[in-house]
């Protein structure tokens, strides 16, 4: 059996962006999990798991997304090894941040190359889906989309799966605030409602489409007017404190656009980059949490390629 170490990164993502609940993902440049395996006779082994929130992280390989997503990748190639596993996050769990699913696609994409790269991009991104459904309470694959595929991505329908990938604007800034709290994507599913009216719909098809246009396009006003949630986000307000004086916060130092971040508690905040640092977008939204005696860190970012080989 080789010894050789594979070592992947994969990067944090951010979902829903306004009207795209479930559907829509954008890949960040950073920050990232780093995750390394190697190849043993069978099962999987996992090491060590280190990094911001690793203490909450199992190392049990039946409940641990990069385990989880690698083994759909080994079974769907009828592979005869297991892997050993070094799990360095970067990206901490309950963020808002795609942390799990850095971890599912992360381990999907390790377990791929171990494998001679046998799976397309859709077929790893199903099994890292699979993990995401086990680890958070539903199948989503908006952060393991983007995290596989890098850039912007939407996804068309579930099933059958189909994703399309779109370029991002090359100035597109990004600022991720993540305030010192937790929330699970699990919970934050249980507080959705069960049904949308006629007119959310109608408002969400537009802002969607007009989004999609302005990633295509580069038109980084359309972008900034049409991330607008009218269900999801004020369903899951009251989970994170501060939420809607932050976004305004960064409205006011300059920011196109700012909205929770996936299922929260990050605060995401497009700005254009040909004009602005992000600087100051991050220390009027982190001063929000500090003038409430709570931590915040932030992430001056932009859109990334996906997961690498390191
Ligand atoms: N679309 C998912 C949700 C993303 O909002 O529940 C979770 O990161």
Known sequence: MSEEWVRIAAPATTSNIGAGFDTFGLAMSEPCD????RKIDSGFVITE?????????????????????AAQVLKRCDAEFGIELRIKK??????????????????AFLANIMCEEKLNSTQMILCAAHAEDVISGGLHADNVSPCILGGFTVIRSYEPFDVVRIEPPRNLGMVVALPDLMVATSDARKVLPREVSVRDLVFHVG???TLVYGMMTGDLK???????????????????????????EAVSAGALVSFMGGSGPCIMSFYD????????????????????????????TKPGVGCKRI
């Open 222 to 248: 359309a972008i900034g007017r049409s991330v607008k949630d009218a269900v999801f986000e004020p369903a899951r307000t009251k989970l994170v404190p501060h939420l809607k004086e932050a976004e305004k």
């Open 49 to 69: 798991v280190s990094g911001p929130g690793s203490d909450n992280i199992p190392t049990d390989p039946k409940v641990n997304s990069v385990s989880i997503a």
């Open 273 to 300: 980059a040909d004009t602005d640092l992000g600087a100051a977008i991050a220390e009027r939204v982190k001063a929000v949490y500090t003038d409430n005696g709570m931590g915040c860190d932030t992430w001056i």
């Open 207 to 209: 802002n969607a489409s």
């Open 34 to 37: 780093i995750i390394e395996g």
């Open 90 to 107: 970067g990206i901490r769990p309950c963020s808002g941040m795609g942390s799990s699913g850095a971890s599912a696609a992360g381990g």
